[in-house]
Nanobody, 126 residues
Framework: QLQLVESGGGLVQPGGSLRLSCAASGFTFGDYAIAWFRQAPGKEREGVSC????????NYTDSVKGRFTISRNNAENTAYLQMSNLKPEDTAVYFC???????????????????WGKGTLVTVSS
């Protein structure tokens, strides 16, 4: 069964850190670029970061550059998003998504992603 399952969300104070995981099954994980998107209450879903299928290329939205790091372990079918110096405006549901064509991932084009997880909630608050 094809699945992307996010984990690692939770409540963290401003300035804190979290690491999100995205575990894949049911498809050839190493063939797909992986993106992280987020959606805050009342806002549209936005792209956060993307990593190419072999991890050689990454992309970040400007608001998280220098604070978030995307990575992947194809042997374990898992992608990660390390988030540091978290801010209240990072509060959102975070989704991982898979893209066979790379283009949609790097351009944060949610409509072109092939598979989605159900999301994990990150709340940054004191």
């Amino acid at each position: 069964q094809l699945q992307l399952v996010e984990s690692g969300g939770g409540l963290v104070q401003p300035g804190g850190s979290l690491r999100l995981s995205c575990a894949a099954s049911g498809f050839t994980f190493g063939d797909y670029a992986i993106a992280w998107f987020r959606q805050a209450p009342g806002k549209e879903r936005e792209g956060v970061s993307c990593i190419s299928s072999r991890g050689g290329s990454t992309n970040y939205t400007d608001s998280v550059k220098g604070r978030f790091t995307i990575s992947r372990n194809n042997a374990e079918n898992t992608a990660y998003l390390q988030m540091s110096n978290l801010k209240p405006e990072d509060t959102a549901v975070y989704f991982c998504a898979a893209d066979l064509h790379y283009y949609y991932c790097m351009g944060f084009k949610a409509g072109g992603m092939d598979y989605w997880g159900k999301g994990t909630l990150v709340t940054v608050s004191s």
